[in-house]
């Protein structure tokens, strides 16, 4: 009988069973081009195994050094949350007309600021920009003060473009909107692709600003059980294509916020073979996609698309700075109706933005940047993790994000998120309770931590404030 899981992942139980038995806390192991070689695989099927037995705690990467087997003095992991892995698939639409939301936090000046999705603007690539837009303005170029072309700049595309191929995408700039920021694409890719009226599928727990978008546009959502590590159960959403009329998938499959996973290569393909089953879009977010903690970019979804229905919606907002109000969608066959949305909603993205991010990219400062990004956020998830660890009740489940900055933490279930979240705002701490990434409101006893800007020491504090107030809640030490 063939063996159903994929190579990576058999290569990892039997290089598991081999260090466990052969190796001790501390030793230094091959090297991934090593391992590679000596397994007879491709370097991306070996950097996977490796990703896999760091996740499960028995690697750890040291920056410029390699891997080591894990030392024994590493405190244990908390469990993953539990997530969505508990709710079912609805048989009829009443069941999920229903919405509620909620907001718990509000602008203020806070000590810790773990809410909002917001990247590290000090890091030096900002500066690079910044540096570049004064140039812009310097040169006193009319071409600032023009409308420009309504599909964006030619030179911005073109970087684009590149930059898709890193993901396996290869695409034409033909094909490429710039949108002011990720939110407009995901606004017009929607407008473009789906009807008023018409049923979307989403990750459980999903950004709340899908969801946002997809109620302000008169659709309506579907929750689709998610896990922590390997993102939506693509059973679920066959059984939702199979009972009710989807009529398009949002999905991020990088990267995801909040739970931070990164969909293996399988479970990609096999997603856009669905959607080819069942002939209808899907709109991947891929905000967060080139700040995954992997040494290569994982493939989008696009590099399996066969039939142009996959819209990919992306921008710098995650990874440079939301300021710069930059994005871009690469329609699928969408074009023509989604450069008529552009028009309506916003007729032009500004040309500064556009050609200081252009220049950027092929300066070669974004590269740089991302590669430094990717080393800051893994470091400081790591410290918040820690925090986590120690200072919340040991019923605590936390997520192992794979790249971004957000942390996922479910709480006991006694403890409400809502609650902590404005006992936070009186500490002068920020943070997103768990309904806000549910339309039907469930996750009321989790929590979401941006933990981009996070500081070991200084921030640790406040991380044991909250840690106090949980276990003073629930009557125990």
């Not at 509000?106 to 909002?116: I, L, P, V, W």
């Not at 640790?460 to 276990?471: F, T």
Request: proline letters at 4%; hydrophobic letters at 35%.
């Amino acid at each position: 009988m063939t063996n159903p899981k994929p190579k990576y992942q058999r290569l990892a139980e039997q290089t598991q069973d081999l260090l466990q038995s052969s190796g001790r806390p501390g030793d230094r192991v091959l090297s991934i081009r090593d391992y590679a070689s000596r397994e007879n695989v491709s370097i991306s099927t070996a950097q996977r195994v490796y990703e896999l037995l760091e996740l499960r705690g028995l690697l750890e990467s040291r920056p410029r050094s390699g891997y080591y087997l894990s030392g024994a003095e590493q405190p244990r992991q908390r469990q993953l949350p539990r997530a969505s892995l508990e709710i079912s698939v609805p048989e009829n639409r009443a069941e999920w007309l229903n919405n509620e939301a909620s907001a718990a936090w509000h602008e203020h000046n806070f000590n810790a600021y773990f809410a909002s999705g917001m990247p590290d603007v000090t890091l030096a690539g900002v500066k690079t920009i910044n540096r570049i837009m004064r140039q812009l303005t310097r040169n006193d170029s009319s071409e600032l003060h023009r409308y420009g072309p309504l599909r964006g700049d030619l030179s911005l595309r073109h970087q684009l473009t590149k930059r898709m191929a890193m993901a396996g995408v290869i695409t034409d700039a033909e094909k490429l909107l710039v949108t002011s920021g990720g939110q407009e694409a995901l606004h017009i890719a929607l407008s473009a692709a789906t009807s008023v009226g018409d049923l979307v599928a989403v990750e459980s727990p999903a950004y709340h600003g899908i969801t946002s978008a997809i109620q302000q546009l008169g659709r309506r959502l579907i929750e689709i059980p998610t896990a922590p590590l390997s993102g939506m159960s693509l059973p679920s959403l066959q059984l939702a294509l199979e009972n009710l009329d989807v009529k398009a998938v949002v999905i991020s499959t990088s990267a995801q916020n909040p739970l931070g996973f990164s969909m293996d290569d399988s479970s990609r393909q096999g997603l856009v073979q669905l959607a080819d089953e069942h002939d209808i879009p899907l709109i991947e977010d891929d905000v967060y996609g080139e700040l995954t903690y992997s040494r290569s970019r994982s493939r989008g979804l696009r590099a399996y698309d066969t039939q142009d229905r996959v819209m990919t919606c992306g921008s710098v907002s995650k990874t440079l700075s939301p300021g710069l109000r930059v994005g871009w969608l690469e329609t699928g066959r969408w074009i023509e109706q989604a450069t008529l949305q552009k028009r309506v909603s916003s007729m032009r993205t500004p040309m500064l933005g556009q050609l200081a991010v252009a220049r950027h990219m092929e300066e070669g400062h974004y590269d740089r940047h991302l590669r430094l990004a990717r080393t800051v956020y893994a470091q400081r998830a790591k410290h918040l993790q820690q925090a986590v660890r120690e200072y919340f009740p040991l019923q605590c489940r936390v997520s192992r994000p794979r790249g971004g900055f957000m942390l996922w933490v479910e709480l006991p279930v006694d403890c409400s998120g809502i609650e902590l979240a404005n006992f936070a705002v009186s500490e002068n701490i920020a943070l997103s309770p768990g309904v806000l990434f549910s339309h039907q409101g469930h996750y009321a006893n989790c929590i979401r931590l941006c933990y981009s800007c996070y500081v070991k020491g200084e921030h640790e504090v406040s991380v044991k404030v909250l840690g106090d107030w949980l276990q003073a809640s629930r009557g125990s030490g």
